[in-house]
């Protein structure tokens, strides 16, 4: 004996989060000065000394970064200007949709 059906009830819909556009607008601005941080922070050189403790010559020891066949300087100047780019997008949005 096969068993009775069961009807099929649906998942009703959950309502989204509600989220206002200006809080967009803080996310925006606040990811483009994550990547403005980010291009603060990244290392362009280092240099490393150390001192014999015989002849007390110094000896030091540059390394300058690359970041995917890219100079580091290079892609700070880019993520600096992508981090402005957000940045000011988020600025216009928000004054546009403050005035609303």
């Keep these: 004996m096969?068993?009775?059906?069961?009807?099929?009830?649906p998942p009703t819909p959950v309502?989204?989060?509600k989220r206002t556009i200006k809080r967009d607008?803080?996310?925006?601005?606040?990811?483009?000065l994550l990547v403005l941080?980010?291009?603060?922070?990244?290392p362009t050189e280092t240099?490393?000394?150390?001192?014999?403790?015989?002849?007390?010559?110094?000896?030091?020891?540059t390394t300058i970064y690359t970041y995917n066949g890219v100079s580091a300087s290079f892609a700070k100047t880019v993520l600096f200007l992508i981090?402005?780019?957000?940045?000011?997008?988020g600025i216009y949005t928000l004054r546009r949709r403050w005035s609303e």
């Design 2 to 9: 096969t068993p009775p059906m069961r009807s099929y009830k």
């Design 15 to 17: 309502a989204p989060e």
């Design 25 to 32: 607008d803080w996310q925006t601005i606040g990811g483009g």
């Design 37 to 42: 941080l980010v291009a603060i922070l990244l």
């Design 47 to 61: 240099t490393m000394c150390t001192t014999d403790s015989i002849t007390g010559q110094q000896f030091c020891q």
């Design 83 to 89: 981090a402005f780019g957000i940045i000011g997008w």
